[in-house]
C-alpha cells in the first residue's frame, strides 16, 4: 500500500468530514467547531502519514524555523488544512491573530501557544495593547481552537521534531487571510497587517525514490505531470506543462486522487498551487532524476498509473 494514496484518502475523507459541516469562515457555534476539531484530531492521530522526511524545511539556515505544507482546501481557499513542521528551537514572538476559524491538532512533540485579547477599543489605526489571558501546549491527540478574537505566539522547544496539522476557515494566502494583525512584540503598542515581503507558495510533501516506486507500484491512481522539464520523455508522463503559470490536471482525473509533480522546487510548488485553486489539492513533488529511478524500476509492462 502507498503512504501517498493512504494520505490522500484520509486528507479527502476529513475535509469532507469538516465541509459536511457547514462552517462559516470566520464565526461559528461552539457545537460546531467541536465537530471539526474530532474530524481533525482523527486525521492527526494519524502520525505514520506524516513522516518529517516529506517536509523538508523551506528556510535553509534558520534552524529550527517551522515550515508550512499544504495539503488540502477548497478551490475558494476555504476549509484550509496545512502540515506544520519544526525540527529544532523557534519562537514567533509576535502576538497574530487568524482572521477566520483556526484549529491545531497536534501529531508529533508539542507546539507551545500563549494567547492574548486586545485591551483597547480598536480605533486608532495599527495601535493597541494586548494582555495575556493564557497559554497551551498542544501536544499529539490534542486540538486547540484559536477564536478570530485571539491572538498567538507559537514556539517549539527543540527538544523532538513538532508536528502539527493546522485547519483555517481560509488558506494562509486568501488576499483577506493574508492581511492578519500581527504585533511586534507581546508589550508592544503597534502592529502591522499581513507578513513582510512577496508571497512565497507553501510546500509541496517531497518524496523520495521509494516513495515514488510504492506509489506507482500501488494499483490506485497516480498522475505524473511534467513541470517546465527539459526534453521530458512523453511516455514518463501523463501531461507535460511546459509553463507553471498554465498547470491543470490531466483530463478527467478525479480530484481525491493525488497527482505527483515532477521538476524544480520552485516550478512545482507554483503550479501546485495552481492545481489547488482548481480542485486538485493532493500533491506531491520530486525532481526529475529521483523520479526517472523509481518509474524506470517498475515492474516491465504493469501500468498501474493514470493515462490522460
Given at each position: 500500500?502507498?503512504?501517498?494514496?493512504?494520505?490522500?484518502?484520509?486528507?479527502?475523507?476529513?475535509?469532507?468530514?469538516?465541509?459536511?459541516?457547514?462552517?462559516?469562515?470566520?464565526?461559528?457555534?461552539?457545537?460546531?467547531?467541536?465537530?471539526?476539531?474530532?474530524?481533525?484530531?482523527?486525521?492527526?492521530?494519524?502520525?505514520?502519514?506524516?513522516?518529517?522526511?516529506?517536509?523538508?524545511?523551506?528556510?535553509?539556515?534558520?534552524?529550527?524555523?517551522?515550515?508550512?505544507?499544504?495539503?488540502?482546501?477548497?478551490?475558494?481557499?476555504?476549509?484550509?488544512?496545512?502540515?506544520?513542521?519544526?525540527?529544532?528551537?523557534?519562537?514567533?514572538?509576535?502576538?497574530?491573530?487568524?482572521?477566520?476559524?483556526?484549529?491545531?491538532?497536534?501529531?508529533?512533540?508539542?507546539?507551545?501557544?500563549?494567547?492574548?485579547?486586545?485591551?483597547?477599543?480598536?480605533?486608532?489605526?495599527?495601535?493597541?495593547?494586548?494582555?495575556?489571558?493564557?497559554?497551551?501546549?498542544?501536544?499529539?491527540?490534542?486540538?486547540?481552537?484559536?477564536?478570530?478574537?485571539?491572538?498567538?505566539?507559537?514556539?517549539?522547544?527543540?527538544?523532538?521534531?513538532?508536528?502539527?496539522?493546522?485547519?483555517?476557515?481560509?488558506?494562509?494566502?486568501?488576499?483577506?487571510?493574508?492581511?492578519?494583525?500581527?504585533?511586534?512584540?507581546?508589550?508592544?503598542?503597534?502592529?502591522?497587517?499581513?507578513?513582510?515581503?512577496p508571497h512565497r507558495p507553501w510546500g509541496v510533501?517531497?518524496?523520495?525514490?521509494?516513495?515514488?516506486?510504492?506509489?506507482?507500484?500501488?494499483?490506485?491512481?497516480?498522475?505524473?505531470?511534467?513541470?517546465?522539464?527539459?526534453?521530458?520523455?512523453?511516455?514518463?508522463?501523463?501531461?507535460?506543462?511546459?509553463?507553471?503559470?498554465?498547470?491543470?490536471?490531466?483530463?478527467?482525473?478525479?480530484?481525491?486522487?493525488?497527482?505527483?509533480?515532477?521538476?524544480?522546487?520552485?516550478?512545482?510548488?507554483?503550479?501546485?498551487?495552481?492545481?489547488?485553486?482548481?480542485?486538485?489539492?493532493?500533491?506531491?513533488?520530486?525532481?526529475?532524476?529521483?523520479?526517472?529511478?523509481?518509474?524506470?524500476?517498475?515492474?516491465?509492462?504493469?501500468?498501474?498509473?493514470?493515462?490522460?
Amino acid at each position: 500500500m502507498s503512504l501517498v494514496h493512504d494520505r490522500a484518502a484520509a486528507i479527502a475523507e476529513t475535509a469532507d468530514r469538516i465541509k459536511a459541516i457547514g462552517l462559516d469562515p470566520f464565526d461559528n457555534p461552539p457545537e460546531r467547531i467541536a465537530e471539526a476539531a474530532a474530524a481533525l484530531a482523527a486525521l492527526a492521530a494519524r502520525a505514520e502519514l506524516f513522516p518529517p522526511r516529506h517536509y523538508p524545511s523551506k528556510t535553509p539556515g534558520e534552524s529550527g524555523f517551522s515550515s508550512f505544507y499544504r495539503l488540502t482546501e477548497d478551490d475558494d481557499y476555504r476549509n484550509a488544512i496545512y502540515v506544520s513542521v519544526c525540527p529544532g528551537r523557534f519562537l514567533n514572538n509576535h502576538p497574530h491573530k487568524h482572521l477566520h476559524w483556526t484549529l491545531i491538532a497536534g501529531v508529533a512533540g508539542v507546539e507551545h501557544n500563549v494567547i492574548f485579547e486586545r485591551e483597547d477599543d480598536g480605533s486608532v489605526p495599527l495601535r493597541g495593547r494586548l494582555r495575556r489571558t493564557g497559554a497551551v501546549a498542544i501536544g499529539a491527540g490534542e486540538v486547540h481552537h484559536l477564536r478570530p478574537d485571539e491572538y498567538h505566539t507559537v514556539a517549539y522547544d527543540g527538544t523532538e521534531t513538532a508536528i502539527n496539522i493546522h485547519a483555517y476557515g481560509l488558506g494562509l494566502d486568501h488576499p483577506e487571510a493574508s492581511r492578519r494583525p500581527g504585533f511586534l512584540s507581546p508589550e508592544s503598542e503597534i502592529y502591522a497587517l499581513g507578513r513582510p515581503g512577496p508571497h512565497r507558495p507553501w510546500g509541496v510533501q517531497s518524496l523520495s525514490t521509494a516513495d515514488i516506486a510504492e506509489a506507482l507500484n500501488d494499483g490506485r491512481p497516480i498522475a505524473r505531470l511534467a513541470i517546465e522539464l527539459d526534453d521530458p520523455r512523453s511516455d514518463d508522463f501523463d501531461l507535460i506543462v511546459t509553463d507553471r503559470e498554465a498547470a491543470r490536471p490531466p483530463a478527467g482525473f478525479a480530484p481525491t486522487s493525488p497527482i505527483l509533480l515532477v521538476g524544480e522546487e520552485a516550478a512545482t510548488e507554483r503550479a501546485a498551487e495552481l492545481l489547488a485553486r482548481q480542485g486538485h489539492p493532493h500533491l506531491v513533488r520530486a525532481p526529475h532524476d529521483v523520479f526517472r529511478a523509481a518509474f524506470r524500476a517498475a515492474p516491465e509492462g504493469e501500468d498501474h498509473v493514470h493515462r490522460s
